[in-house]
């Protein structure tokens, strides 16, 4: 597996990464989780040496799988979670991030995924009501103390993120970015690039879509799937943005490779700080998923495609409006 740096950090990871939210949390009935071990495991195998988390993916079950499962690797792998959120009754109902609920969710992640300290923390999502410089302060102290180790952010705005920077700098930041969201490109990844700082995309397969899987009538579970309240995920917007996918059918064709490989070389070739952590709960896809780093363009290939999907007008928002900025993906 090639590696990446995410920015001048000096925190070097596998070009591809595993989102690991999928086997616990806002993807359908919860796998079983000795498979899920057992995938994580063979991650490392395959050569896959960053992986991704977060106390309210389940909540809290997903790190204890995670830390679980890398235990025999925790030297050889790089692990990022996620502090922010405001629980009730065991539910997310908000964020929270206070410098004394940080140290606390710091220690308590570190609980679960059995590790002395933690390689990558990110706010989860921006708190209006905590001063962006008092988050990186707080988790300036933990780099200090050694229970951390990088500092990042997630869904932040170009001048949250240097803002932050000032104060601590800030190794990654994570947010959605695919062929079917490209917000990033506006103020985001210029400002990471004039920093130093890596990129890390979540759904970088657009929550699946992109892989070619789903259509007009896949059906999502309302109680356990979120993408059954997105928008982009209505039976409409899904039959309407088809063409995405018919369009990296056609180009895979010519590569020999699957839309969900050009999908994610697309992602790969933006910059070489960028490391994308598609997620999956099946060894099939994680093979697939991870063969994307040896798909490579021409130029002639890469300005072809480039104005293929530019031309392509994509229907239904990522969100609900009163779901924007929740915690959670």
């Known amino acids: 597996m090639k590696k990446r740096k995410l920015g001048n950090s000096g925190l070097q990871v596998s070009a591809v990464g595993l989102g690991c ?26 050569g896959v040496t960053f992986f991704d988390t977060a106390e309210v993916y389940g909540p809290f079950i997903n790190e204890e799988l995670v830390g679980e499962a890398l ?14 959120s405001k629980f009730e009754n065991g539910k997310p109902t908000g964020l929270d991030s206070r410098p004394e609920h940080i140290r606390q969710v710091a220690e308590e992640s570190l609980k679960r995924l059995k590790s002395e300290s933690i390689d990558l923390f990110y706010q989860h999502r921006f708190d209006p009501n905590v001063p962006i410089e008092d988050v990186a302060g707080t988790v300036k102290d933990l780099i200090r103390q050694g229970k951390v180790k ?14 932050a920077h000032i104060v601590q ?8 970015y695919s062929l079917m969201w490209r917000q990033p490109e506006e103020e985001v990844l210029p400002a990471l690039e004039k920093l130093g700082i890596g990129f890390v995309p979540y759904s970088p397969l657009g929550r699946g879509y ?19 309240t997105l928008p982009r995920f209505t039976a409409e917007a899904m039959k309407a943005n088809r063409i995405l996918v018919d369009l990296l059918d056609e180009i895979g064709g010519r590569k020999a490779a699957t839309s969900s490989q050009i999908a994610l070389a697309w992602v790969l070739a933006q910059k070489p700080w960028i490391v994308p ?4 709960t099946k060894l099939e896809r994680l093979k697939e998923n991870l063969r994307s780093v040896d798909v490579a363009f ?11 999907v530019s031309s392509v007008k994509l229907q239904g928002d990522r969100y609900p409006t009163d779901q924007e900025k929740l915690v959670g993906h």
């Not at 952590?277 to 999956?280: D, E, F, M, R, S």
């Open 21 to 46: 939210m999928g086997m616990s949390y806002h993807r359908g009935p919860v796998p079983d989780r000795h498979a899920m071990i057992t995938l994580i495991r063979k991650a490392v195998d395959l």
């Open 71 to 84: 235990y025999p690797f925790r030297s050889q792998v790089i692990i990022a979670t996620k502090f922010g």
């Open 150 to 163: 990088h500092f990042g952010l997630c869904e932040v705005t170009a001048e949250t993120i240097r803002r």
């Open 169 to 176: 700098p800030v190794s990654a930041v994570q947010s959605e």
């Open 210 to 228: 992109l892989s070619g899987t789903l259509n007009a009538d896949t059906k999502f579970d309302s109680g356990n799937d979120n993408r059954a």
């Open 277 to 280: 952590i598609p997620g999956t």
């Open 298 to 308: 021409t130029p002639e290939e890469w300005r072809d495609l480039n104005h293929a």
